[in-house]
């Protein structure tokens, strides 16, 4: 193969991987602090992605056409709204059923999953049909022989590493991150030693939804293009990858986000007709995996769980 369509392929898995492990992220957070599984999670980062692209349409209605400002706005925007969001399912949603099964919880927020998407395609405007997301960042790139290496890619890679190592500062740096870890190893524990149990997990709840809205934005700028269907494919990959990296840790889950992608490129590179089988490809190999290592690749430690 070709080095420069080689380097093009790295390239994509890895953006890919960026935001599948975003969004693994916030499925390892929220099963760490609570145990549950927030099925509607890829909707919830759909949601994000309407609401930055609301938010610039609301800047170039006003008058701002600025692409910096227009991005900052968007990202505010989103994450500010979707956080609040995440907040208010674990309040009234998640919280209220901690004594009752698991499948409870499971059921709930798959059919939040549906109510979210259900409502985007009816009540946003031509909701049904794909939004052409503007592009905002520098179409410049950088040529070495026959790779192209777009500024844009680099940039939101670069962004997504740092969100990533402002994340893990944040859980292990700081009083709510030793909090957050104190409610993961024994709940009952934390709130014996003073800990707000309730607000730990809104928080917990909103920092992953936040990065869920990240990715989300991050999903249209990539593709210049967002759905409301989007979030339904990413939310099972973020599942797959948090599971396949091991679910309650943050590390597995960023490791399981870039194997998903790398897998999916392997099988676009590999298997013939790659855009039909690349999915099922990665999906194959993830349940091989599971099946011989159910803990996941980084098992979860009793005395950490985030």
Do not use: C
């Not at 890829?42 to 006003?62: C, E, K, N, Q, W």
């Not at 994340?167 to 030793?178: D, E």
Request: aromatic share 10%; glycine share 12%.
């Amino acid at each position: 193969m070709d080095i420069g369509l080689l380097g093009q392929y790295v390239i994509n898995g890895l953006m890919l991987g960026m935001m599948y492990a975003l969004v693994a992220v916030g499925f390892t957070l929220f099963f760490g602090v609570l145990n549950v599984i927030q099925f509607s999670h890829g909707d919830v980062l759909m949601v994000g992605s309407f609401v930055g692209y609301t938010a610039i349409l609301a800047l170039a209605a006003i008058g701002i056409d600025n692409p910096i400002i227009e991005l900052l706005g968007a990202l505010l925007a989103s994450v500010g709204v979707v956080a609040l969001l995440g907040a208010l399912i674990a309040r009234y949603l998640v919280l209220p059923l901690r004594s009752s099964p698991p499948l409870n919880t499971l059921l709930i927020t798959l059919m939040l999953g549906t109510v979210l998407r259900e409502s985007v395609r009816l009540f946003f405007p031509d909701g049904s049909n794909p939004k052409r997301f503007p592009a905002l960042l520098p179409d410049e790139a950088f040529t070495f022989g026959s790779f192209t290496l777009r500024v844009d890619s680099l940039m939101l890679l670069i962004a997504g590493l740092l969100l990533i190592v402002a994340l893990h500062l944040v859980i292990n740096r700081t009083r709510l991150g030793l909090a957050i870890r104190a409610v993961a190893q024994d709940e009952e524990t934390a709130m014996t030693m003073g800990i707000n149990f309730r607000l730990v997990v809104l928080v917990t709840f909103a920092i992953g939804s936040g990065v869920a809205a990240f990715a989300g934005v991050m999903n249209g700028l990539y593709y210049n293009e967002i759905n409301f269907g989007n979030g339904l494919l990413l939310g099972v990959i973020g599942f797959a990858a948090a599971i396949i990296g091991g679910l309650g840790s943050i590390y597995g889950a960023i490791l399981g986000g870039f194997l998903f992608a790398a897998l999916q490129t392997i099988g676009s590179v590999a298997l013939p007709f790659a855009s039909a089988y690349k999915d099922v490809f990665a999906f194959a190999v993830v349940i091989v995996l599971m099946a011989w290592r159910p803990t996941g690749l980084i098992a979860e430690r009793t005395s950490e769980r985030v």
